[in-house]
């Protein structure tokens, strides 16, 4: 098999870059080694900046986006005695932000990559990246049995966390940074009516977020252990836990329902540098981790594959490669902020388990500040909202 750009993985990250470059007639395979079914059953986070609601719609792929996604102006935090502040995006940006889930968007992707008869070859086992600083790489995979190869000009590693990409990089010259944070979140999904907000609280219980999916399902997480299981977390015990966590009125408004999902996600954060060895160009989740406090993972995926698929369609349609020479450093200025916002709002809104009562002053000081101040209202609401696009 020969191909333009070999993708592996098949996630948002590697599903839209194929979509992208096949709308500037540039041919890609992509490689995932989970079934399709699985790779939709995963539930992740919900909330997209302006931006990549734009380059969505741009691309053909906002239909159901602008039909099931709830447009909201912004989030609010809630601390102590009931203060509150609202993270006014629409206001300082003018702009709305989008609930919608990754689950709904990877099946939208999906859709609209079976609609173009594109190759996604699922269940690809043992892949690996050859070659890679050739101007002939290739990638062979073993599917029921045999082993395959695809020659291609360039791979694309999109393969999140734990994939065989970044791992291709010789270690001399990766470079990685990481800080992990000793709680988790502890998420659950609810057949229930969500709260009008998405709500962030600071707690002496813990840090607990009310989050949306639909006008009746609900998402929301507790900060909890990260060693613990969802078997440990009966609905009673989490519903009990969740209110407490929230001021009484607030408290009053959640409504509970079925629970058809619960699951533990661990905090952490991580960035690979460079972004590129040769011809692999990595992005999303391949590259860097963030908390999941901000939501900005699967938003910077989405900025990452505007960047990648920018510079490679214009080095089919131009043979320029200045867009693919900057990608790495143009790419990792928007991750930087982005980690850095989700590491503050991380570290702003959770309790710690060596916090000292110092600690927790200065967090509501902050937070005091950020709700009498309009200056530090637009700092936070211009990067919640998201960094804009560089030209
Ligand atoms: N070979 C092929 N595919 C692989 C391999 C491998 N060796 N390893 C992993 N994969 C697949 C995974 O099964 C997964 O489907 O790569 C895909 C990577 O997808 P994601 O983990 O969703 O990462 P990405 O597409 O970058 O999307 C980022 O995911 O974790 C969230 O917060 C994050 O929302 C963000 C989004
Ligand atoms: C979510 O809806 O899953 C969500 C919302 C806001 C966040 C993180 C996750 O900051």
Request: proline share 6%.
């Amino acid at each position: 098999m020969r191909t333009k750009v070999a993708i592996i993985g098949g996630g948002p990250a590697g599903l839209l870059l194929s979509h992208i470059l096949d709308l500037h007639q540039v041919g890609s395979i992509v490689l995932e080694r989970r079934s399709r079914a699985y790779v939709l059953r995963r539930i992740r986070a919900g909330v997209l900046e302006p931006h990549s609601v734009r380059l969505l719609r741009d691309t053909g792929l906002g239909e159901r986006m602008d039909r099931d996604g709830q447009e909201h102006d912004g989030s609010a935090v809630v601390w102590g005695d009931n203060q509150r502040l609202l993270v006014d995006t629409r206001r300082f940006t003018g702009q709305p932000m989008m609930t919608y889930g990754q689950t709904a968007l990877t099946e939208d992707l999906y859709a609209a990559r079976d609609r173009a008869g594109s190759q996604i070859i699922d269940e690809a086992d043992k892949v690996q990246l050859h070659d890679l600083l050739s101007d002939r790489p290739f990638v062979t995979y073993e599917k029921d049995g045999a082993t395959q190869r695809i020659a291609c000009d360039f791979v694309a590693g999109c393969d999140g966390q734990h994939g065989v990409s970044r791992e291709s990089i010789p270690p001399s010259v990766r470079r990685t940074y990481e800080r992990s944070y000793p709680f988790g979140w502890l998420g659950v999904m609810a057949l229930a009516q969500p709260l009008p907000d998405i709500t962030y609280a600071n707690h002496a219980r813990g840090f607990a977020l009310a989050s949306r999916r639909s006008a009746t399902l609900s998402r929301y997480y507790v900060q909890c252990d990260p060693d613990t299981k969802p078997e440990n977390w009966p609905d009673d015990l989490f519903w009990q836990e969740l209110k407490a966590r929230f001021p009484a009125d607030v408290a009053a408004r959640i409504t509970i329902g079925q629970v058809v999902e619960k699951s533990i996600t661990p905090l952490r954060s991580f960035v690979a540098e460079p972004m590129r060895y040769g011809r692999l160009f990595l992005a999303g989740d391949a590259a860097h981790i963030v908390p999941p406090t901000g939501a900005k993972g699967l938003n910077l995926a989405i900025s990452d594959v505007f960047y990648l698929s920018r510079a490679l369609s214009r080095f089919y349609s131009t043979a320029r490669s200045d867009y693919l020479e900057s990608y790495p450093a143009m790419a990792l200025r928007r991750v930087w902020n982005a980690v850095r916002l989700s590491w503050w709002l991380t570290n702003l809104l959770h309790r710690f388990p060596h916090d000292t009562p110092f600690d927790q002053r200065m967090r509501e000081t902050e937070l005091g500040y950020l709700a009498g101040s309009t200056h530090a209202q637009a700092s936070l609401a211009e990067q919640y909202a998201g960094l804009p696009f560089e030209p």
